[in-house]
């Protein structure tokens, strides 16, 4: 619960959307945040390299370049979106990124998160944090997307969570990766176009789950 934020309230109705599995949540964001074109060209989708194949299934069904971003050993494992030219990130629509990453294994620190959402902000990116693996650590829990958003500052309901759209599942938390259950947050006008999106373009959890 920490990692909400507590003594911070989001809005269930709009800001909490339980979906039927990230996978598919991650798969039909792609198709809400990509515009026709961006600053008159192809939208990008960028992503770290490797990557989960979500992720580049989903740029290219939504018709986005797939912009692949290099996590090697020589960047200590963790993409350097803000160091692409200029070029990608005019057009860039969105960014999917993961902390605790697969298959890398890298966290992202605070500051790293901050800095990313800030990138996202500046240039009109929705952010996109799988953090599906949040819950497997051996020592300090990883910091979260959430905790970023609320270091910057603002309210929750005032625009805290814009630019940034955050996915959990009880896939790897709970060993429940056949249940096909999970949620994500994010700020109120995405929230909006997403759950209509989902509500006649993808399959909805039943209500036990």
Do not use: W
Request: aromatic share 8%; glycine share 12%.
């Amino acid at each position: 619960a920490d990692a909400f934020g507590p003594g911070r309230a989001l809005d269930p109705e709009i800001q909490i959307l339980p979906v039927n599995g990230t996978r598919e949540a991650l798969f039909n964001a792609a198709f809400v945040a990509t515009p026709l074109a961006k600053a008159g060209r192809r939208p990008a989708i960028l992503m770290p390299n490797p990557f989960y194949q979500c992720y580049a299934a989903a740029a290219l069904a939504a018709g986005a370049e797939p912009v692949y971003v290099p996590a090697t050993r020589e960047n200590g494992f963790m993409p350097d979106f803000a160091g692409l030219p200029g070029e990608p990130l005019d057009r860039t629509a969105m960014i999917y990124f993961c902390s605790p990453a697969n298959p890398q294994g890298t966290v992202a620190s605070l500051e790293q998160l901050k800095d990313l959402l800030g990138l996202a902000r500046e240039r009109g990116i929705l952010l996109a944090v799988d953090e599906c693996y949040a819950d497997i650590y051996d020592r300090e829990p990883p910091a979260g997307a959430l905790q970023a958003a609320l270091a910057l500052g603002g309210g929750l309901d005032g625009g805290m969570l814009d630019n940034l759209l955050i996915f959990h599942s009880l896939s790897k938390r709970s060993s429940l990766p056949g249940l096909r259950s999970g949620f994500c947050v994010g700020g109120r006008d995405f929230m909006l176009r997403f759950r209509s999106f989902r509500n006649v373009g993808a399959p909805q959890g039943p209500l036990p789950i």
